[in-house]
């Protein structure tokens, strides 16, 4: 079984700062890592993921995580946090297998930054 | 293109009542997933569809919970009667990747969020 801790539910962080949402994950065979984001009142919406190729994963506004087996994780950085970045963030975990497995998502992290 | 599409985005009911839930994927995909975040907690897995047929619902929390997607086009959830656990955001999914892990990496709609009081 896999599953998937987000280390603190809130992360504040100054615009213009080093933004870093940490997620660390338990898998007994080789995961696929995801992050998603949730701006307020809308979806869910993929920012990046890790499907064994590259072990740093660039995504969409900036972010990019890095897989770092060793460690079991895959933090989430942006070098310099924009207003726009508020939002809600989720790790999530599958696994190589066969058919469209579903995700195991963390609590998620609140990201706020402040002016 | 159109997203995946919710309806509604809020409901309140009582206790005991009924409540049906809808998504519509988005055009051509075969996989559709409903999930759950009950406040404060993890999204949860409810259950997949391949087209009309359930691949797997193993995250359907009891037998209240009624999930069909007939033509395999849009999908309901029927919560009946709904209990003050239910309340919560549900979140649809569709992807039309198959057989690859790829393809749990969905798109997802906005959510509905279900009150009940």
């Known amino acids: 079984a896999q599953s998937v801790t987000q280390l603190g539910s809130h992360v504040s962080v100054s615009e213009g700062a080093l933004v870093l949402l940490r997620c660390n994950y338990s898998?007994?065979?080789?995961?696929?890592l995801f992050w998603y984001v949730q701006y307020p009142n809308q979806g869910l919406q993929l920012l990046l993921k890790?499907?064994?190729?590259?072990?740093l994963v660039k995504g969409i506004n900036g972010f990019e995580a890095e897989f770092k087996k060793s460690e079991t994780s895959f933090h989430l950085t942006k070098p310099s946090a924009h207003m726009s970045d508020a939002a809600e963030y989720f790790c999530?975990?599958?696994?190589?297998?066969?058919?469209?497995?579903?995700?195991?998502f963390g609590k998620g992290t609140r990201l706020s930054v402040i002016a | 293109e159109a997203g995946v599409t919710q309806f509604p985005s809020h409901s309140v009911i009582e206790k005991g009542q009924t409540v049906t839930l809808r998504c519509d994927p988005i055009s051509g995909h075969d996989n559709l997933y409903w999930y759950r975040r009950v406040m404060g907690k993890e999204i949860k897995f409810l259950l997949h569809f391949v087209k009309e047929s359930k691949q797997d619902e193993s995250g359907m929390p009891n037998n209240r919970f009624l999930a069909e997607r007939t033509g395999g086009t849009y999908s309901t959830l029927k919560v009946q009667p709904a209990e003050l656990e239910d309340s919560g955001v549900y979140f649809c999914a569709s992807s039309q990747e198959r057989g690859r892990p790829q393809g749990s990496a969905a798109f997802f709609g906005q959510g509905t969020r279900l009150t009940v009081v």
């Open positions: 898998s007994s065979v080789p995961p696929y």
């Open positions: 999530a975990v599958t696994t190589l297998n066969s058919g469209n497995t579903p995700l195991v």
């Open positions: 890790y499907t064994s190729a590259a072990t």
